[in-house]
């Protein structure tokens, strides 16, 4: 409908006199009629079912306002068109004597009211979501409202009061390519990309159309076998905790699009507190794409953050979406992380969901666990002969000192005063700085430049923030930070300062 209004507009200003425009421009006017409702209609459907009378009411309303104007023009346009005249930026029609129950005093009334009931609508919607990619959507949504209603005034008081005409050409082209940016920005836009050919066979034998909980003490083996089948033609996109460069440079993957589950802002970062964002991102690469292969390692930090139960949709959802993809998801766990009651879940909502069992073989010590980041030293041969453990290095000792302080309140928490896992270890900024006894204004987190000491320890995947909600802070929540748990070697340090006396 956008796309013909658009043209026809673009039709009846090409017009060589009055008699032509008025003939070509009836034609637009009866596109025109249903826009406003029918956006609103649309925002209705974007915020999804509503069961009000009233709503739906309303949108019928505005189409029986449109149907009314309709009926006038086929049956005698010159009642709302009259005395069309050229001007500087194309021709513009006067009004009919019937023109001024619909625009009185150059006022659309009809598209006014739709478009603030499109506003509601989208007020209500951006205070019930939190995902940022939903809120991203209604700002667009409200932004092309906003253009049109704007084009529709503009468009009157030409009429009404004279002047050049100046909304045919950007409103519905405004209108067009903001709706398109809806769809283009609802999720990230994932290209994907075939693998160079390796010289290797695959090595595990999957089925495809099915989703595998990869259970292990860490996640190389669900990445072996990821890069095993990218590598040897699928497409995959990998979502992980670890860094995208660390992944790339480990497992050989050049081209294969990786996310980097974390809540820093940066590229190719999707956040863990967003799972909704999540699934619009995989559902737009498995779109472009048969066979896909996708990998999801950090279950365990976006149940921390939103729960099991949303966690449990989660994986549901992707898993219906790979049964009808025929493709492949590797959901990999740590061992311990998820109850049995949780497994059992997981099971009883997806019956297709396998497990694999992970082979002796494929087991190894904490000593040849690869490093998360390039940054962080690597054990030597030597070391690794002699089984001793690798002790993290810092640049600053400030950075030392904050790290260790970490350390030991996470142990405190989780040993001493039998805290949860999840939620041992979280400290302020003001804390961090009063227990390591460093000045606070190395320490405090800036929203979008964190404070020195903390930046190198940030990159390096050391320590992870959070905000926590329904506390004291700016806009209602405070921000945390703790060591990473999940750091293979943190998780090491932290085992040797608990066996330290």
Avoid at 117 to 133: A, C, G
Avoid at 213 to 223: E, T
Avoid at 326 to 341: H, P
Avoid at 363 to 373: A, T
Wanted: proline share 5%.
């Amino acid at each position: 409908m956008f796309g013909l209004w658009f043209g026809s507009q673009i039709f009846a200003q090409s017009s060589d006199s009055a008699g032509v425009y008025i003939e070509r421009v009836r034609f637009s006017q009866i596109l025109a009629a249903p826009v406003p409702a029918l956006f609103y209609h649309f925002t209705l459907l974007f915020v999804g079912p509503h069961k009000n009378r009233l709503i739906r009411y309303s949108y019928l309303a505005g189409y029986a306002i449109a149907s009314v104007r309709w009926g006038i023009l086929l049956m005698n346009p010159w009642l709302l068109l009259a005395n069309p005249r050229s001007t500087l930026t194309g021709w513009v029609v006067g009004t009919g004597p019937w023109d001024i129950y619909f625009n009185p005093f150059g006022i659309p009334i009809y598209a006014t009211t739709m478009t603030i009931l499109t506003l509601i609508v989208l007020s209500r919607y951006y205070i019930e979501k939190q995902s940022p990619f939903i809120r991203y959507q209604i700002k667009y949504v409200a932004a092309s409202s906003l253009i049109l209603i704007a084009a529709y005034y503009t468009y009157a008081w030409a009429r009404y009061f004279g002047g050049i005409v100046t909304n045919h050409y950007p409103s519905s082209s405004t209108m067009l390519i903001l709706l398109l940016a809806i769809r283009k920005h609802s999720f990230f836009s994932i290209t994907p990309s075939v693998e160079q050919p390796s010289n290797t066979p695959v090595k595990y034998d999957l089925v495809q159309g099915a989703s595998y909980l990869v259970i292990g003490p860490d996640q190389k083996y669900s990445f072996d076998i990821f890069s095993s089948l990218v590598l040897n033609g699928q497409m995959g996109l990998c979502i992980t905790r670890l860094s995208p460069s660390y992944i790339g440079e480990t497992y050989g993957l050049k081209s294969t699009p990786i996310l980097w589950l974390t809540e820093e802002k940066g590229k190719d970062v999707i956040a863990p507190n967003d799972p909704n964002g999540l699934w619009l991102t995989v559902k737009a690469f498995t779109r472009l794409t048969d066979n896909p292969v996708l990998i999801l390692h950090g279950i365990e930090y976006i149940s921390s953050i939103n729960g099991f139960n949303t966690v449990l949709r989660l994986i549901v959802r992707l898993n219906d979406l790979i049964i009808q993809k025929k493709g492949i998801l590797l959901i990999t766990i740590t061992v311990g992380s998820l109850t049995e009651q949780q497994l059992v879940s997981l099971r009883a909502q997806c019956p297709s969901l396998q497990q694999l069992e992970i082979p002796t073989s494929q087991l190894q010590s904490s000593n040849d666990i690869d490093p998360l980041q390039a940054s962080t030293i690597k054990p030597s041969a030597k070391a690794r002969a002699q089984e001793t453990p690798q002790t993290l290095q810092f640049k600053q000792e400030d950075e030392a000192k904050v790290f260790l302080f970490l350390a030991r309140e996470f142990l405190h928490d989780y040993i001493v005063d039998r805290v949860s896992i999840d939620a041992s270890g979280w400290r302020t900024t003001m804390e961090i700085s009063k227990g390591s006894h460093i000045s606070y204004s190395k320490i405090y987190l800036r929203r979008e430049n964190h404070g020195s000491v903390l930046t190198d320890l940030l990159k390096r995947s050391l320590v992870e923030t959070r905000w926590f909600p329904g506390q004291r802070g700016r806009g209602g929540t405070v921000q945390r930070i703790r060591v990473n748990h999940a750091n293979p070697y943190v998780k090491a340090e932290i085992d040797r300062l608990a066996l330290t006396p």
